[in-house]
Every structure is written in structure tokens, then in C-alpha cells.
């Protein structure tokens, strides 16, 4: 199974701050990869598909890049909607996996 | 814009089998997948299975082959993941997601089933 690292695993940050999120692919997967964040008790919400393709009505402040066995999340100036735990997920083999998560909270 | 609608939380006790339903609305059900990825308490993501909802071809994870049925129901728009053989490991909310535009990501989440095994 191909195994998906986030990091970091907990991240406080302050509205306006940019800020990045790295997953690593224990092999690679080209940029079958996608980003989604999730608030308490609700379902996630895919932001990007095929490593950097914005989903369409998620805002711009958005972005992600990489390929193979590296990407990147990030988020150009945080705002008060966007503190959730962030998953990555690989769509290149089966099973399908997931990062751990990385969760963005206030600072 | 496919909607997915997810049937109620269950109670089971160990060694049960419980039945999760995820209806769809529209009309292009049978022209996309369905996955079932559930979420134990404080646990990353995991990917269960899919299935097409057009040829019904399936496809499991190996952690849940043998304990898990995806079946659909084209003339119900509805998808169902029976699972058997449950233990308290088993508590979580499953979720039905689906990429009805074909990309590489879950378009679409069904609100979540939670999945509660107690005796």
C-alpha cells in the first residue's frame, strides 16, 4: 500500500498567515493526488484534484503543487473559515490511502 | 449537481452486520463511481471500496475483503455497503463519496452514517 506522510501534524496559525502543508508518497504517484479539508462532525471537501487543479468554486487563496513523491498545500493568507484538518489522498494504486492529517487551528 | 443522502446512524452489537444506504439524486447515476470511506474516532480517512454504478463492477480494499458487500440499486439511485462480521473496531462514520465529473478527488460526500458497536 502506498503510504502518505503530512506534516506537519498540528499547525497554529493567525488570519492572514501563508501557510504550507507537505505530503510525501512512499512511491510514486505521478500527481494523482488530491487535497481536501474537514471541520468537526462534517464530511470533507475536495479543494484540489490531480495534485494542483483548483476545484471549481473553492477560493483561489488555494493552490497546490508536486509530483511523484512530494506536494505542497498551501494557502496564500489564511482566513477564519479555512481552520480544519487538512487530508491528502492518493488516487495513483489501490487501496486508496490517506495522509494523517494536518490540523490548523488559531493561534 | 449530484447530491448524496445518506440513510441513519446504527447501533450493533459484535458479530453483527449492518447496511449503510447512500441515495443519489439526478439522473447520471449509473455514469460515475461510488466510494465508502469511513473515519473511526480520532483516525485518519479510510478508503473501503467503490463501486461503478453502471456496469456494478467493484473493487475492495484487501482490510475489508470478505466482510464487505457494495451493491446498487440503479432503479433506486442508491448505493449500499453491507458490512459483516463487526467488532468494536468497526465504530465510525461512513461516508459514500462519489466523482461524478470524473476527476482524480471526491467531488461529492454523502452527510455521513456513524457506525456505533457496542455490546
Known amino acids: 500500500d502506498i503510504q502518505l506522510t503530512q506534516s506537519p501534524s498540528f499547525l497554529s496559525a493567525s488570519v492572514g498567515d501563508r501557510v504550507t502543508i507537505t505530503c510525501r508518497a512512499s512511491q510514486g504517484i505521478s500527481s494523482y493526488l488530491a487535497w481536501y479539508h474537514q471541520k468537526p462532525g462534517r464530511a470533507p471537501k475536495l479543494l484540489i484534484y490531480s495534485a494542483s487543479t483548483l476545484q471549481s468554486g473553492v477560493p483561489s487563496r488555494f493552490s497546490g503543487s508536486g509530483s511523484g513523491t512530494e506536494f505542497t498545500l498551501t494557502i496564500s493568507s489564511l482566513q477564519p473559515e479555512d481552520f480544519a484538518t487538512y487530508y491528502c489522498?492518493?488516487?495513483?494504486?489501490?487501496?486508496?490511502?490517506f495522509g494523517g492529517g494536518t490540523k490548523v487551528e488559531i493561534k | 449537481q449530484v447530491q448524496l443522502v445518506q440513510s441513519g446512524a446504527e447501533v450493533k452489537k459484535p458479530g453483527a452486520s449492518v447496511k449503510v444506504s447512500c441515495k443519489a439524486s439526478g439522473n447520471t447515476f449509473t455514469s460515475y463511481a461510488l466510494h465508502w470511506v469511513r473515519q473511526a474516532p480520532g483516525q485518519r480517512l479510510e478508503w473501503m471500496g467503490w463501486?461503478?454504478?453502471?456496469?456494478?463492477?467493484?473493487k475492495y480494499s484487501q482490510r475489508f475483503q470478505g466482510r464487505v458487500t457494495i451493491s446498487r440499486d440503479t432503479s433506486a439511485n442508491t448505493a449500499y455497503m453491507d458490512l459483516r462480521s463487526l467488532t468494536s473496531e468497526d465504530t465510525a462514520v461512513y461516508y459514500c463519496?462519489?466523482?461524478?465529473?470524473?476527476?482524480?478527488?471526491?467531488?461529492?460526500w454523502g452527510q455521513g452514517t456513524t457506525v456505533t458497536v457496542s455490546s
Open positions: 463501486i461503478h454504478a453502471g456496469s456494478g463492477n467493484t
Open positions: 463519496a462519489a466523482n461524478p465529473g470524473g476527476l482524480y478527488g471526491m467531488e461529492v
Open positions: 489522498q492518493q488516487f495513483n494504486s489501490y487501496p486508496l490511502t
